[in-house]
T-cell receptor, first 115, second 112 residues
Framework: GAVVSQHPSWVICKSGTSVKIECRSLDFQATTMFWYRQFPKQSLMLMATSNEGSKATYEQGVEKDKFLINHASLTLSTLTVTSAHPEDSSFYIC???????????FGQGTRLTVV | DAKTTQPPSMDCAEGRAANLPCNHSTISGNEYVYWYRQIHSQGPQYIIHGLKNNETNEMASLIITEDRKSSTLILPHATLRDTAVYYCIVRVAPNTGNQFYFGTGTSLTVIP
């Protein structure tokens, strides 16, 4: 299957700082990217959907000013967690899908710990 | 919102077939059934998807009932590396940007 690379794999940051997570599709053009958050022993929760060149669509209850999503190219999307707090500590996973593809491919995830 | 129901956990003996059920009684005519799995602390991995016909690939088989209200993912010869959480997802039209919503999934443990 297609390859989606997420960076970094893990990050520790201080409370109040911002963290940027990158998601790249390595061998296809990702017209749509999805960002998920997963807490321990829970399922993936969709945070937002972004189409290349458009503003992201956020799920209900997700603060768009706190979780900034940029999808400026067909191979890169970024999620910035602004003013991170300990409760933002979680496993963040991106997913990418091409225009003709029928399935979405997932990155390996980023474990964020806010201290 | 997830539109599927799966048992929370299952065990399977190594080498045996693992049959994972999924109920999607409210599925619409244009919704496909997708299966993904997630090994601990990794991103989900695509397994298979289908509309109404049974599907098979190198990883698994997907059996969809005639009324499409349920399906079964079959891993023909389970190995220890198949231990994971398996998610059944229904989603409209594959060639769109429509979202993938995950339910609670089934935690499959393959026992030696």
């Amino acid at each position: 299957g297609a390859v989606v690379s997420q960076h970094p794999s893990w990050v520790i940051c201080k409370s109040g700082t911002s963290v940027k997570i990158e998601c790249r599709s390595l061998d296809f053009q990702a017209t749509t990217m999805f960002w998920y958050r997963q807490f321990p022993k829970q399922s993936l929760m969709l945070m937002a959907t972004s189409n290349e060149g458009s503003k992201a669509t956020y799920e209900q209850g997700v603060e768009k000013d706190k979780f900034l999503i940029n999808h400026a190219s067909l191979t890169l999307s970024t999620l910035t967690v602004t003013s991170a707090h300990p409760e933002d500590s979680s496993f963040y996973i991106c997913s990418a899908k091409g225009a003709r593809g029928t399935e979405a491919f997932f990155g390996q995830g980023t474990r964020l710990t806010v201290v | 919102d997830a539109k599927t129901t799966q048992p929370p956990s299952m065990d399977c003996a190594e080498g045996r077939a693992a049959n994972l059920p999924c109920n999607h009684s409210t599925i619409s005519g244009n919704e496909y059934v997708y299966w993904y799995r997630q090994i601990h602390s990794q991103g989900p991995q695509y397994i298979i998807h289908g509309l109404k016909n049974n599907e098979t690939n190198e990883m698994a088989s997907l059996i969809i009932t005639e009324d499409r209200k349920s399906s079964t993912l079959i891993l023909p010869h389970a190995t220890l590396r198949d231990t994971a959480v398996y998610y059944c997802i229904v989603r409209v039209a594959p060639n769109t940007g429509n979202q993938f919503y995950f339910g609670t999934g089934t935690s499959l443990t393959v026992i030696p």
